[in-house]
């Protein structure tokens, strides 16, 4: 039998969830919640979507928040995503970051890493530019799923995750494995390490400090007012001074921090810490 979404139900589990991950679900979208959750109701042998609710809230079971949180975030990405902005940072932003420093050596962050495409892009291209390939660089890559980071760290992937990448990166980096999928070279999964973060875990990201770059691409959308500035004091906290931050192409950190100096390069955005 599939459960009813009652509205007070739906309003309760709406700010359960914007409360545990900043993600703001409308009211016009309440499918989304019955989409994404239906078929856990039935797999739990819950009758209702309050006794879910009521197993997440007062048992406070850890495993299944993390079943919630693999759920109802949007996971896509793709190798070479965005790359004008990824190119900016290479050719343009590294060399100034690396000039304002004492030893030749970069901290990055990929904060919502998904399944590790964005990481592993931004790992080929520093060891490919013949201006960063001689570089000492260490990429952390986090994200608030469990799922998509276990999956990140088999570093196989099908032709579409894959459909942007260029030909001489093809061949370098990736071995083909089975008919269709491709297996990132030992060389470059070497250079991510994966973890899970919560943008909203204060406590978490206390330990991520004096990083030179972070990539925060396409997971502000997800988010109010409120939980976006949120979450960019936790990063500006996180960026040593010098250091920068990339957003999304589509998303804008226009009334959300005045600390972060915006600068253009190349048509693209670069958020500055001074
Ligand atoms: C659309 S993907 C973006 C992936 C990659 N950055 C890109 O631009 O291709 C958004 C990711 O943000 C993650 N996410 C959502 N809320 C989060 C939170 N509160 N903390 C950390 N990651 C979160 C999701 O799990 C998802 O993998």
């Known amino acids: 039998?599939?459960?009813?979404?009652?509205?007070?139900?739906?309003?309760?589990?709406?700010?359960?969830i914007y409360e545990k991950s900043g993600i703001f679900i409308p009211d016009t979208k309440k499918y989304f919640i019955e989409n994404r959750l239906g078929k856990r109701l039935e797999e739990k042998n819950l009758n209702s979507y309050d006794d879910y609710l009521y197993l997440l809230k007062l048992s406070n079971d850890?495993?299944?928040m993390k079943v919630l949180f693999d759920k109802i975030t949007t996971n896509e990405t793709f190798f070479f995503r965005e790359v004008k902005q990824l190119e900016v940072f290479v050719?343009?932003?590294?060399?100034?970051?690396?000039?304002k420093k004492s030893t030749p050596s970069l901290k990055i962050w990929c904060a919502a890493s998904s399944t590790g495409e964005e990481p592993y892009t931004l790992a080929m291209m520093l060891m490919e530019n013949p201006k960063t390939s001689a570089l000492k660089f260490e990429i952390t890559a986090s994200d608030i799923s469990d799922a998509v980071l276990q999956k990140a760290q088999t570093a196989s992937y099908g032709q579409y995750a894959l459909r942007n990448v260029p030909d001489v990166y093809l061949k370098k980096y990736f071995k083909l494995n089975g008919s269709t999928n491709y297996v990132l070279a030992p060389a470059i999964r070497s250079k991510v390490k994966f973890t899970q973060i919560n943008l909203l875990d204060e406590r978490r990201i206390k330990a991520m400090r004096d990083i030179d770059a972070i990539f925060c691409?396409?997971?502000?959308?997800?988010?109010d007012k409120k939980a976006k500035i949120k979450v960019v004091e936790n990063l500006y906290e996180a960026l040593r001074p010098g250091g920068c931050l990339f957003i999304g192409m589509a998303e804008s950190l226009h009334d959300i921090t005045r600390l972060?100096?915006?600068?253009?390069?190349?048509?693209?955005?670069?958020?500055?810490?001074?």
């Open 260 to 274: 972060l100096k915006p600068a253009v390069m190349d048509k693209t955005v670069v958020y500055q810490k001074v």
């Open 217 to 223: 691409r396409n997971v502000l959308i997800y988010f």
């Open 62 to 64: 850890k495993e299944e």
């Open 1 to 16: 039998m599939t459960a009813i979404l009652k509205d007070e139900t739906f309003i309760k589990f709406r700010d359960f």
């Open 91 to 99: 050719s343009c932003e590294v060399p100034k970051l690396i000039a």
